[in-house]
Protein backbone atom coordinates (compact mmCIF):
# COMPACT_ATOMS: atom_id res chain seq x y z
CA UNK A 1 0.00 0.00 0.00
CA UNK A 2 1.24 3.67 -0.90
CA UNK A 3 1.57 5.13 2.20
CA UNK A 4 3.61 8.76 0.95
CA UNK A 5 2.32 11.82 1.40
CA UNK A 6 1.20 12.51 -2.00
CA UNK A 7 -1.15 9.41 -2.43
CA UNK A 8 -2.70 10.89 0.34
CA UNK A 9 -3.25 14.09 -0.74
CA UNK A 10 -4.51 12.76 -4.10
CA UNK A 11 -6.58 10.09 -2.24
CA UNK A 12 -8.52 12.51 -0.53
CA UNK A 13 -8.91 15.02 -3.33
CA UNK A 14 -10.29 12.05 -5.56
CA UNK A 15 -12.60 11.53 -2.22
CA UNK A 16 -13.76 15.43 -2.78
CA UNK A 17 -14.27 14.81 -6.26
CA UNK A 18 -12.05 17.74 -6.99
CA UNK A 19 -9.67 17.81 -9.91
CA UNK A 20 -5.85 18.71 -9.45
CA UNK A 21 -7.44 22.48 -10.90
CA UNK A 22 -10.44 22.40 -8.70
CA UNK A 23 -7.54 22.02 -5.30
CA UNK A 24 -5.07 24.51 -7.09
CA UNK A 25 -7.63 27.40 -7.02
CA UNK A 26 -9.24 26.19 -3.62
CA UNK A 27 -5.48 26.90 -2.22
CA UNK A 28 -4.86 30.16 -4.52
CA UNK A 29 -2.05 28.52 -6.17
CA UNK A 30 -0.98 27.37 -9.51
CA UNK A 31 -1.90 23.35 -11.09
CA UNK A 32 2.01 22.76 -11.60
CA UNK A 33 2.27 23.23 -7.57
CA UNK A 34 -0.41 20.73 -6.90
CA UNK A 35 1.71 18.71 -9.53
CA UNK A 36 4.64 19.09 -7.73
CA UNK A 37 3.26 17.52 -4.42
CA UNK A 38 0.85 14.75 -5.62
CA UNK A 39 3.56 13.47 -9.04
CA UNK A 40 6.67 14.82 -7.79
CA UNK A 41 6.40 14.00 -4.18
CA UNK A 42 7.30 17.54 -2.96
CA UNK A 43 6.88 18.22 0.36
CA UNK A 44 5.14 21.42 0.97
CA UNK A 45 5.15 23.70 3.77
CA UNK A 46 3.56 23.19 7.48
CA UNK A 47 1.68 26.71 6.78
CA UNK A 48 0.00 24.57 3.32
CA UNK A 49 -0.10 21.32 4.67
CA UNK A 50 -2.24 22.67 7.63
CA UNK A 51 -4.40 24.22 4.88
CA UNK A 52 -4.72 21.29 2.93
CA UNK A 53 -6.00 19.29 5.69
CA UNK A 54 -8.59 22.22 6.24
CA UNK A 55 -9.70 21.89 2.82
CA UNK A 56 -9.53 18.41 2.10
CA UNK A 57 -11.54 18.00 4.99
CA UNK A 58 -8.74 15.55 7.52
CA UNK A 59 -6.70 16.27 10.70
CA UNK A 60 -3.76 18.63 9.88
CA UNK A 61 -1.55 16.65 12.55
CA UNK A 62 -2.23 13.21 10.35
CA UNK A 63 -1.00 14.87 7.65
CA UNK A 64 2.16 16.41 9.21
CA UNK A 65 2.90 13.06 10.71
CA UNK A 66 3.08 11.51 7.51
CA UNK A 67 5.09 14.49 5.92
CA UNK A 68 7.85 13.95 8.52
CA UNK A 69 8.34 10.45 8.04
CA UNK A 70 9.10 10.43 4.69
CA UNK A 71 11.17 13.62 5.18
CA UNK A 72 12.70 11.31 7.59
CA UNK A 73 12.63 8.20 4.68
CA UNK A 74 14.50 10.92 2.41
CA UNK A 75 17.22 11.54 5.06
CA UNK A 76 17.91 8.20 5.74
CA UNK A 77 18.05 7.29 2.10
CA UNK A 78 20.22 10.30 1.80
CA UNK A 79 22.60 9.06 4.07
CA UNK A 80 22.55 5.47 3.23
CA UNK A 81 23.88 6.56 -0.57
CA UNK A 82 26.28 8.88 1.09
CA UNK A 83 27.67 6.22 2.99
CA UNK A 84 27.32 3.81 0.05
CA UNK A 85 29.67 5.97 -2.11
CA UNK A 86 32.18 6.35 0.66
CA UNK A 87 32.79 2.69 1.39
CA UNK A 88 33.32 2.44 -2.94
CA UNK A 89 35.69 5.10 -3.12
CA UNK A 90 37.70 3.42 -0.42
CA UNK A 91 37.42 -0.09 -1.64
CA UNK A 92 38.58 1.50 -4.91
CA UNK A 93 42.04 3.12 -3.15
CA UNK A 94 42.32 0.32 -1.39
CA UNK A 95 42.63 -1.97 -4.69
CA UNK A 96 45.73 0.65 -5.91
CA UNK B 1 -3.24 -14.66 -23.46
CA UNK B 2 -5.42 -11.75 -23.94
CA UNK B 3 -4.38 -9.59 -27.14
CA UNK B 4 -3.99 -5.65 -27.70
CA UNK B 5 -7.31 -3.95 -28.14
CA UNK B 6 -6.91 -2.56 -31.66
CA UNK B 7 -7.25 1.29 -31.65
CA UNK B 8 -8.83 3.28 -34.28
CA UNK B 9 -6.57 3.68 -37.33
CA UNK B 10 -5.61 7.41 -37.60
CA UNK B 11 -3.75 8.73 -40.25
CA UNK B 12 0.19 10.77 -38.97
CA UNK B 13 -1.48 14.13 -39.95
CA UNK B 14 -4.68 13.55 -37.50
CA UNK B 15 -2.15 12.23 -34.75
CA UNK B 16 -0.51 15.69 -35.21
CA UNK B 17 -3.24 17.25 -35.34
CA UNK B 18 -4.02 15.93 -31.89
CA UNK B 19 -0.87 16.49 -30.86
CA UNK B 20 -0.78 20.08 -31.88
CA UNK B 21 -3.82 20.69 -29.70
CA UNK B 22 -2.08 19.46 -26.86
CA UNK B 23 0.93 21.40 -27.31
CA UNK B 24 -1.02 24.54 -28.10
CA UNK B 25 -2.54 24.33 -24.50
CA UNK B 26 0.79 23.95 -22.86
CA UNK B 27 2.21 27.19 -25.01
CA UNK B 28 -1.41 28.93 -23.34
CA UNK B 29 -0.44 27.52 -19.75
CA UNK B 30 3.55 28.52 -19.90
CA UNK B 31 3.58 30.60 -22.72
CA UNK B 32 5.90 31.20 -25.78
CA UNK B 33 8.72 32.95 -24.07
CA UNK B 34 8.90 29.96 -21.70
CA UNK B 35 9.61 27.45 -23.80
CA UNK B 36 11.41 29.11 -26.35
CA UNK B 37 14.54 30.05 -23.70
CA UNK B 38 13.89 26.77 -21.48
CA UNK B 39 13.14 24.23 -24.12
CA UNK B 40 10.92 21.16 -23.83
CA UNK B 41 11.35 19.26 -20.85
CA UNK B 42 9.35 16.25 -19.66
CA UNK B 43 9.03 17.17 -16.38
CA UNK B 44 8.07 20.83 -16.95
CA UNK B 45 4.73 19.43 -19.78
CA UNK B 46 4.26 16.76 -16.86
CA UNK B 47 3.90 19.94 -13.94
CA UNK B 48 1.73 22.32 -15.85
CA UNK B 49 -0.30 20.06 -18.67
CA UNK B 50 -0.38 16.15 -17.83
CA UNK B 51 -0.60 15.67 -14.49
CA UNK B 52 -3.13 18.13 -13.96
CA UNK B 53 -5.34 17.60 -17.38
CA UNK B 54 -4.96 13.78 -16.91
CA UNK B 55 -3.69 12.81 -13.97
CA UNK B 56 -1.32 10.57 -14.88
CA UNK B 57 1.31 9.47 -12.43
CA UNK B 58 4.82 8.59 -13.34
CA UNK B 59 6.77 6.17 -11.03
CA UNK B 60 10.61 6.11 -11.98
CA UNK B 61 11.70 3.93 -9.03
CA UNK B 62 10.88 -0.06 -10.47
CA UNK B 63 12.79 -2.12 -12.28
CA UNK B 64 10.97 -3.89 -14.65
CA UNK B 65 13.23 -6.10 -15.62
CA UNK B 66 12.84 -8.33 -19.27
CA UNK B 67 9.56 -9.49 -21.10
CA UNK B 68 8.86 -13.33 -22.12
CA UNK B 69 11.22 -12.78 -25.06
CA UNK B 70 14.20 -11.87 -22.95
CA UNK B 71 13.81 -8.39 -24.17
CA UNK B 72 14.76 -4.66 -21.40
CA UNK B 73 11.49 -3.87 -20.63
CA UNK B 74 11.92 0.45 -21.13
CA UNK B 75 8.73 1.35 -19.77
CA UNK B 76 5.00 0.10 -18.80
CA UNK B 77 1.35 1.65 -18.79
CA UNK B 78 -0.81 0.60 -15.82
CA UNK B 79 -4.39 1.58 -17.30
CA UNK B 80 -6.11 0.98 -13.80
CA UNK B 81 -3.98 2.68 -12.11
CA UNK B 82 -3.12 5.86 -14.40
CA UNK B 83 0.26 5.13 -14.05
CA UNK B 84 3.10 5.08 -15.92
CA UNK B 85 6.39 2.95 -14.88
CA UNK B 86 10.16 3.76 -16.46
CA UNK B 87 12.72 1.19 -16.06
CA UNK B 88 15.18 2.30 -13.21
CA UNK B 89 17.83 0.74 -15.24
CA UNK B 90 17.21 2.88 -17.80
CA UNK B 91 18.12 6.30 -15.68
CA UNK B 92 21.02 4.61 -13.78
CA UNK B 93 22.65 3.88 -17.21
CA UNK B 94 21.83 7.70 -18.27
CA UNK B 95 19.71 5.72 -21.02
CA UNK B 96 19.42 8.14 -24.49
CA UNK B 97 16.17 6.03 -24.35
CA UNK B 98 14.69 7.37 -21.36
CA UNK B 99 13.07 10.72 -22.25
CA UNK B 100 11.23 9.15 -25.46
CA UNK B 101 10.02 6.20 -23.12
CA UNK B 102 8.42 8.60 -20.70
CA UNK B 103 6.64 10.53 -23.83
CA UNK B 104 5.63 7.32 -24.86
CA UNK B 105 3.97 6.11 -22.15
CA UNK B 106 2.57 8.89 -20.17
CA UNK B 107 1.03 10.66 -23.95
CA UNK B 108 1.15 7.73 -26.38
CA UNK B 109 -0.44 5.11 -24.08
CA UNK B 110 -1.64 7.33 -20.99
CA UNK B 111 -3.28 10.48 -23.18
CA UNK B 112 -3.98 8.70 -26.88
CA UNK B 113 -4.44 5.30 -25.98
CA UNK B 114 -5.88 6.04 -22.18
CA UNK B 115 -9.73 5.60 -22.51
CA UNK B 116 -9.60 2.61 -24.54
CA UNK B 117 -7.19 0.89 -22.34
CA UNK B 118 -9.26 2.29 -19.24
CA UNK B 119 -12.06 0.17 -20.86
CA UNK B 120 -9.76 -3.15 -21.56
CA UNK B 121 -8.14 -2.76 -17.87
CA UNK B 122 -10.05 -5.84 -16.51
CA UNK B 123 -8.41 -8.21 -19.06
CA UNK B 124 -5.39 -5.90 -19.81
CA UNK B 125 -3.13 -5.01 -16.82
CA UNK B 126 -0.18 -3.79 -18.16
CA UNK B 127 2.00 -2.99 -21.19
CA UNK B 128 5.04 -3.19 -21.68
CA UNK B 129 7.15 -0.98 -23.84
CA UNK B 130 10.56 -2.52 -25.47
CA UNK B 131 13.04 -1.29 -28.01
CA UNK B 132 11.27 -3.15 -30.47
CA UNK B 133 8.34 -1.49 -29.71
CA UNK B 134 9.75 1.69 -30.10
CA UNK B 135 11.40 0.89 -33.38
CA UNK B 136 8.01 1.02 -34.88
CA UNK B 137 8.23 4.13 -35.72
CA UNK B 138 8.10 3.92 -39.41
CA UNK B 139 6.50 0.56 -39.98
CA UNK B 140 2.89 1.62 -39.20
CA UNK B 141 1.71 -1.64 -41.17
CA UNK B 142 3.12 -3.98 -38.25
CA UNK B 143 1.93 -2.90 -35.00
CA UNK B 144 -0.93 0.10 -35.09
CA UNK B 145 -0.88 0.69 -31.39
CA UNK B 146 2.66 1.30 -30.83
CA UNK B 147 3.04 3.17 -33.92
CA UNK B 148 0.22 6.07 -33.10
CA UNK B 149 1.85 5.85 -29.75
CA UNK B 150 5.32 6.90 -31.22
CA UNK B 151 4.32 9.48 -33.35
CA UNK B 152 1.99 11.38 -31.23
CA UNK B 153 5.00 10.88 -28.26
CA UNK B 154 7.47 12.55 -30.84
CA UNK B 155 5.14 15.78 -31.68
CA UNK B 156 4.59 16.35 -28.19
CA UNK B 157 8.17 16.01 -27.32
CA UNK B 158 9.27 18.06 -30.18
CA UNK B 159 6.82 19.29 -32.28
CA UNK B 160 7.65 20.36 -35.73
CA UNK B 161 6.93 23.90 -35.28
CA UNK B 162 9.17 24.29 -32.10
CA UNK B 163 12.14 22.17 -34.12
CA UNK B 164 11.85 24.77 -36.84
CA UNK B 165 11.98 27.27 -34.33
CA UNK B 166 15.39 26.31 -32.78
CA UNK B 167 16.36 25.77 -36.10
CA UNK B 168 16.26 29.48 -36.89
CA UNK B 169 17.44 29.91 -33.94
CA UNK B 170 20.20 27.39 -33.04
CA UNK B 171 21.58 27.93 -36.83
CA UNK B 172 20.82 31.44 -37.67
CA UNK B 173 19.01 30.08 -40.99
CA UNK B 174 15.78 31.31 -42.76
CA UNK B 175 15.32 28.80 -45.04
CA UNK B 176 15.01 24.99 -44.82
CA UNK B 177 18.25 22.79 -44.97
CA UNK B 178 19.11 21.61 -48.86
CA UNK B 179 20.14 17.96 -49.03
CA UNK B 180 22.21 17.94 -51.96
CA UNK B 181 23.54 14.15 -51.81
CA UNK B 182 26.19 12.90 -50.24
CA UNK B 183 29.13 15.04 -49.56
CA UNK B 184 30.54 17.40 -47.48
CA UNK B 185 28.63 20.10 -45.10
CA UNK B 186 29.15 23.08 -43.00
CA UNK B 187 26.59 23.53 -40.01
CA UNK B 188 26.91 26.80 -38.82
CA UNK B 189 25.64 26.23 -35.34
CA UNK B 190 25.56 28.79 -32.38
CA UNK B 191 27.89 31.29 -34.18
CA UNK B 192 30.58 28.37 -34.50
CA UNK B 193 30.65 26.00 -37.98
CA UNK B 194 30.73 22.32 -37.33
CA UNK B 195 32.06 20.91 -40.86
CA UNK B 196 30.73 17.51 -41.66
CA UNK B 197 30.95 14.33 -43.99
CA UNK B 198 27.52 13.22 -43.94
CA UNK B 199 26.48 10.22 -45.99
CA UNK B 200 22.75 10.06 -46.08
CA UNK B 201 19.94 11.75 -45.76
CA UNK B 202 19.05 9.98 -42.20
CA UNK B 203 22.86 11.25 -41.47
CA UNK B 204 22.15 14.98 -41.73
CA UNK B 205 19.09 14.95 -39.69
CA UNK B 206 20.71 12.94 -36.73
CA UNK B 207 23.47 15.41 -36.81
CA UNK B 208 20.89 18.38 -36.80
CA UNK B 209 18.94 16.20 -34.13
CA UNK B 210 22.29 15.83 -32.45
CA UNK B 211 23.44 19.21 -32.08
CA UNK B 212 20.00 20.37 -31.04
CA UNK B 213 18.95 17.63 -28.43
CA UNK B 214 19.78 19.74 -25.49
CA UNK B 215 16.78 22.21 -26.33
CA UNK B 216 14.54 18.70 -25.86
CA UNK B 217 15.12 17.80 -22.56
CA UNK B 218 17.78 15.14 -23.57
CA UNK B 219 15.28 13.38 -26.18
CA UNK B 220 17.18 11.03 -28.41
CA UNK B 221 19.28 12.49 -31.26
CA UNK B 222 17.66 9.47 -33.20
CA UNK B 223 14.00 10.48 -32.00
CA UNK B 224 14.60 14.23 -32.96
CA UNK B 225 16.07 13.04 -36.45
CA UNK B 226 12.41 12.02 -37.81
CA UNK B 227 11.05 15.51 -37.02
CA UNK B 228 13.87 17.11 -38.59
CA UNK B 229 13.52 15.20 -41.64
CA UNK B 230 9.70 16.82 -41.77
CA UNK B 231 10.07 20.08 -40.30
CA UNK B 232 13.43 21.19 -41.88
CA UNK B 233 14.86 19.39 -44.65
CA UNK B 234 14.61 19.23 -47.92
CA UNK B 235 15.85 17.07 -49.95
CA UNK B 236 14.15 18.20 -53.74
CA UNK B 237 16.89 20.78 -55.52
CA UNK B 238 14.45 21.70 -58.05
CA UNK B 239 11.55 23.14 -55.51
CA UNK B 240 14.42 24.05 -52.77
CA UNK B 241 14.54 27.98 -54.21
CA UNK B 242 10.56 28.49 -53.58
CA UNK B 243 10.52 27.64 -49.78
CA UNK B 244 10.41 31.03 -48.83
CA UNK B 245 7.20 30.21 -47.37
CA UNK B 246 8.72 28.15 -44.32
CA UNK B 247 10.87 31.55 -43.71
CA UNK B 248 8.44 33.91 -43.82
CA UNK B 249 6.45 31.73 -41.27
CA UNK B 250 8.27 30.62 -38.58
CA UNK B 251 10.41 33.74 -39.32
CA UNK B 252 7.93 36.18 -38.63
CA UNK B 253 6.84 34.02 -35.89
CA UNK B 254 10.27 34.44 -33.62
CA UNK B 255 10.90 38.27 -34.02
CA UNK B 256 7.71 39.00 -33.52
CA UNK B 257 8.48 37.89 -30.25
CA UNK B 258 11.80 40.04 -29.69
CA UNK B 259 13.78 36.64 -28.76
CA UNK B 260 16.67 36.16 -31.44
Given at each position: ???SFAHKIRELRNKKGWSVRDLATELSTTAGYVSKIEARGEIPSPEMIIK???LLGTKPGELIEIAKAEKAREVSQAVQQKYDDGLTLYRRSKKR | MY?????????QKQIVA???NLWKEYIKEVGWRYVIENGIKFDDVHEALLYPKYEIILDKNEYLGEDDCGELILGQFLPREKTALINKQLLENNDPRTVFTEWHEVCGHGILHGELLRKNSHKLTRINSTQKDIDTFLKHFENRFEWQANVFAANIGAPRVFVACMYIKLFSMRHRFLYRGAGNYTLSFCGRDFRFYIGSLNELCWQIGRLMKHRFGGLSAECLSYQVLDAVIDSDIERAPNQCDFAHQLGNVIESMNIL
Open positions: MDTLAE | QLPQPKAMSQAD
